[in-house]
């Protein structure tokens, strides 16, 4: 199997599609990039800026290019030694317009007699025979709106199909509707009255069963062409927890790719692990993520941060978070999971969906894969029973109706061939309570220190000493060597760059709360969690734009769900939220204050910044450099972090550095692109020097300010906790002790000898050095 020695994500839209990708290649080729990574490409829908709305699996998208760029692009990186990671989306199809995708038109136009009835995942007793379809606005009179239209159904831009016989001369758009095998109904009765699978909470993604071996197939032969055609070296797989069995699934694909190097986009809580035999080499890498920015904050700021702002005991507010979700926008999934309890367990539905939606609530991880994670139902049963004492009977009698290896007789037990439906659509449900409860809730919530509220990670873990990262980098050199390592996606809340400086808040705790509290009486808004992740939010990517900043705040808001909501905006509420964003802008004592913790922040969030980079470039694994963050990341979530990147700013910065004078550590930016271009090209060329992990010993003062590892001929050492370091008198007498030999860096060419060197000699230049050992040149 070939495997990337690093990566580069492009987001693949109309706007940079895969003809500028193409001529992107000698760019990326210069920076030291080993493999391009494409987000998805397959025919989306029209106008998608993202590709995971796929409407036809088995074309290339025309709005990206086209089978034709796709293949000059494939070629294209190959010629310059370059390989290919495509983004697949298996779990689901785009569905908004019904009339884009040829398997949801037939599947409406023919309800179960349709071919493709197989193909998704609809409980058709529950809707009458019908699949109902949330689109119609509030009022009694929505239907009256229907029309018949050139042998079509239309809801206003809506367009549906008629079933073959069912129109009649002199018939209403309504009587029409009434004989479908579809049924239009008002948009919120999707939280608790759909009938058909989708992604998270979206109607307009519709889930497929790629368990069908025919699915798979027709779902994937597309990719089966990119293997044959050797136009593609591996593949990312897009929320594997939703499939039914995503161990299978891997497996099929492993077997159509050949053995291509596949990864996984499957979120690991701490101290979790891939399920043993899984057919890939590891996770997207926000697993990777979590520990790098622990290293960069400071333990110190933790209790003065938990008193400056009380909330909730983070796992207790996710239990709220989830169980809202649980009951709310994903009612539907819990009920159809209600229905599949067998009669003979003697329970009551309600009580039966109570239950279950408790379950998924106290679900640790984001789902299991029995046998595999049983462990992670039993933990759920107890701390249901104990949240919920007045269903304990129902919990217990629907444990083993959830895991049938609990089967009184093991003989039985071993030779199960097939999970009940029960058992696997409450794992594909657990996993969407759980990001949409957590990620998509609760991150906004919990905001003492808002670089910590990222995919992947705890928030309540406040950091992590430099002991506690080298055991798991070591974990991951013996366990994971080829996972990914990311450090921005097109799905962090937040861009590395941002959180490198929001970080150094807790460097500055008390100062920082000061601030705040001068900030909240100044333009409050009534919502004191709330304002401590805007203002948080605005340090950290400053500068930006008004109409940036207006946008993020207007999402985070409303995916909080506290002070305001996207079914229900609270518009007093959002009045002054934005006023308090103008006042960042056009109030001068407001702006004072934000651009002194600039100020005060930003050289350290640079030192932050390069030395988390360099560490995940680095570190075990295999690194993933998200598109433009070679220099500053300073966005926000998304829409934000997919905007337009400059290339031509980055082809010339590379210029500048191979023809001019090492970069000024105060600017930032070409100091960046400096270490990555330097670390990159390192790994590319010199992949021996990349085979093992060793940490490397610190002494003196100063030593904890210090993180260093040796890989095997290439030694990486960062500063950590920058302002603390200042604090303290700087360096003094620490020193980092090399093995022996002789070393150069491969950032500024210094030489070293092996043995003690003092750190302010190492750090001259940067807050971080890649030194390489002569002797493996």
């Not at 080729?29 to 036809?56: F, I, K, M």
């Not at 018949?148 to 309504?174: C, F, K, M, S, W």
């Not at 920082?512 to 948080?536: C, H, T, Y």
């Not at 004592?589 to 932050?608: F, H, M, Q």
Request: some cysteine.
């Amino acid at each position: 199997m070939q495997a990337p020695k690093s990566t580069y994500r492009l987001q693949i839209r109309s706007s940079f599609d895969l003809s500028a990708a193409a001529e992107l290649v000698p760019y990326l080729v210069e920076l030291g990039v080993d493999w391009v990574y494409l987000s998805p490409v397959l025919t989306a829908e029209q106008g998608s800026d993202h590709g995971y709305d796929v409407t036809d699996p088995t074309s290339i998208d025309p709005e990206r290019g086209g089978p034709e760029a796709f293949d000059t692009l494939c070629r294209t990186a190959h010629e310059a030694g370059l390989g290919v990671l495509v983004d697949i989306v298996p779990n689901h199809v785009g569905i908004a317009t019904p009339a884009q995708n040829a398997w949801w038109w037939d599947l409406l136009a023919k309800g179960r007699e349709s071919r493709y009835a197989e193909a998704f995942d609809v409980d058709w007793d529950a809707g009458g025979g019908r699949i109902r379809v949330p689109v119609l606005g509030d009022g009694d009179a929505e239907l009256e709106q229907l029309k018949v239209v050139d042998g079509e159904l239309h809801y206003y831009e809506n367009r549906y199909p008629i079933a073959e016989g069912t129109a009649q001369p002199g018939d209403t758009g309504a009587d029409v509707h009434a004989r479908q095998h579809y049924e239009l109904v008002n948009w919120r009765r999707a939280d608790s009255e759909l009938n058909y699978r989708r992604f998270f909470g979206v109607n307009t993604l519709a889930g497929v069963r790629v368990e069908v071996p025919w699915v798979f197939d027709e779902a994937h032969s597309e990719v089966r062409r990119w293997f044959s055609e050797s136009l593609v070296d591996g593949l990312r797989i897009d929320h594997p927890d939703g499939l039914a069995d995503p161990a299978g699934y891997l497996e099929r694909l492993r077997e159509l790719s050949g053995g291509a190097y596949t990864l996984v986009e499957k979120i690991l809580e701490p101290g979790e692990a891939l399920p043993d035999g899984w057919a890939c080499e590891g996770t997207t890498g926000y697993d990777g993520l979590a520990l790098v920015d622990r290293l960069f904050t400071d333990p110190a700021g933790q209790p003065i941060l938990d008193a400056a702002l009380p909330t909730e005991e983070f796992h207790h507010m996710i239990h709220g978070t989830k169980r809202a979700i649980a009951d709310g926008i994903l009612r539907s999934e819990v009920l159809r999971l209600a229905r599949l309890v067998p009669s003979s367990a003697g329970l009551d539905k309600d009580q039966s969906a109570d239950a279950l939606a408790e379950l998924l609530t106290c679900f640790p991880v984001y789902r299991s894969y029995l046998p595999d994670g049983e462990e992670h139902l039993a933990e759920a049963v107890l701390s249901a029973k104990v949240r919920r004492p007045d269903l304990a009977p129902v919990i217990d009698a629907l444990h083993p109706l959830l895991n049938p290896y609990l089967n009184d007789n093991p003989e039985e037990a071993a030779e199960l061939s097939e999970l009940p439906e029960l058992a696997v659509r409450f794992q594909q449900t657990s996993g969407m309570v759980m990001a949409k409860g957590v990620e998509d809730t609760a991150f906004y919530r919990f905001n003492r220190l808002t670089s910590l509220n990222e995919v992947g990670a705890d928030p309540s873990e406040f950091s992590l000493d430099p002991f506690e990262l080298h055991r798991a980098l070591l974990n991951r050199q013996e366990s994971t060597p080829l996972t990914m390592n990311a450090l921005s996606t097109h799905d962090t809340k937040r861009g590395e760059d941002t959180r490198a400086r929001i970080s150094v808040l807790s460097e500055i705790a008390a100062d920082w709360v000061e601030d705040l509290e001068r900030l909240n009486k100044l333009a409050p808004i009534g919502d004191p969690a709330f304002a401590s992740l805007m203002w948080q939010a605005l340090i950290g990517a400053w500068p930006l734009s008004r109409e940036r900043a207006h946008a993020y705040v207007e999402k985070a808001s409303r995916e909080a769900d506290a002070s305001t909501h996207w079914t229900a905006p609270n518009a007093e509420f959002e009045e002054k939220m934005h006023d308090a964003v103008d006042a960042a802008f056009d109030n001068p004592e407001v702006k004072a204050v934000i651009t002194g913790l600039v100020d005060r922040t930003t050289a350290a969030g640079w030192s932050n910044s390069l030395g988390a980079k360099l560490i995940q470039l680095t570190m075990p694994g295999i690194p993933d450099v998200y598109q433009g963050s070679e220099l500053w990341e300073t966005s926000l979530v998304d829409p934000d972090n997919r905007r337009p990147v400059d290339f031509a700013i980055r082809r010339q910065g590379l210029v500048d550095l191979a023809f001019g004078a090492l970069p000024q550590v105060d600017d930032g930016a070409m100091a960046k692109l400096l270490v990555v271009s330097s670390a990159l090209r390192l790994r590319r060329d010199r992949p021996e020097l990349f085979t093992g992990y060793r940490s490397v010993l610190t002494s003196g003062a100063a030593a904890d300010h210090v993180f260093a590892f040796d890989r095997g001929g290439a030694v990486t050492a960062v500063t950590r906790l920058p302002l603390g370091l200042e604090r303290a008198g700087g360096w003094k007498d620490t020193a980092v002790v090399l093995p022996e030999g002789r070393y150069s860096c491969a950032i500024t060419g210094t030489g070293f000898e092996g043995g003690p060197v003092p750190a302010n000699r190492l750090f001259e230049t940067y807050p971080v050095a890649l030194l390489v050992k002569e002797e493996a040149q």
